[in-house]
């Protein structure tokens, strides 16, 4: 589905969202409700500006303070790979946007991520993962980091990984990969509305991150929620 597949779907009654040089902002109503709209379209790249420009519209709707949803619509590129926007502390600028829309949820704007296109690394820590659950559409490709990347920065080689990734969807780009692991909570039919599938998310969503628990029942992070526990048992003393 296109950008606007979604929106036409999400709010069939109209919508204000918009796109500006790849950066989606703007709401609609759903059952008669604000639902604001930010997110990355056209498989852009996300660069300190466009990391800024998102933050500020996710904090512009923390401080209108209704306390409405916030969805985070994803097809991006990975961050902008280039020197300048590194020299200008991208880093610093996708942990903004990451901690602007952890703030969000936790002043009472329940996010949610919708993945339709590709995101990959830093642009897709920053915003999908940020959400606290995630949601994917058919045909979406995410990834923390493609094979070849990890060839290069593990020394290993890609051959070995490829085959380690089909029984390891840890570290396996991919959607199906993604969704072993718990960090897509759920795949949405795209043949169905997405507004009473969205509502619904809304509706049952978990009272905090449960991305470990899902990777645990579903086999794709067999440890990482009991070691998670064991760490913070150990913080507390």
Do not use: W
């Not at 009272?207 to 507390?236: C, T, Y």
């Amino acid at each position: 589905m296109t950008l606007a597949d979604i929106l036409a779907s999400l709010f069939p009654h109209g919508h204000s969202v918009t796109v500006a040089e790849g950066l989606v902002t703007g709401q609609g109503s759903l059952d008669g409700k604000p639902l604001h709209v930010v997110g990355i379209d056209g498989d852009t790249p996300l660069g300190v500006e466009g990391a800024l420009a998102l933050s500020a519209a996710v904090l512009d709707v923390v401080r209108a303070g209704d306390r409405s949803p916030i969805l985070v619509a994803i097809d991006s590129d990975s961050q902008r790979m280039s020197r300048r926007d590194e020299l200008l502390g991208l880093n610093e600028c996708l942990a903004h946007l990451a901690k602007s829309l952890l703030l969000a949820d936790r002043l009472g704007h329940p996010t949610i991520g919708l993945i339709y296109g590709h995101s990959a690394a830093g642009a897709f820590i920053a915003t999908a993962l940020a959400t606290r659950v995630l949601a994917a559409l058919p045909g979406a490709n995410p990834s923390v980091m493609d094979l070849p990347s990890v060839a290069r920065v593990t020394k290993l080689p890609l051959e070995k990984l490829q085959e380690m990734a089909k029984s390891t969807p840890v570290f396996a780009p991919g959607l199906d990969n993604m969704v072993a692991a718990g960090a897509v909570h759920v795949v949405l039919d795209a043949e169905k509305p997405l507004d009473g599938q969205i509502r619904a998310l809304i509706a049952e969503m978990p009272k905090s991150d449960v991305r470990d628990r899902l990777g645990q029942e579903r086999g794709g992070r067999p440890v990482a929620r009991d070691i998670a526990e064991r760490v913070a048992r150990q913080a507390r003393g």
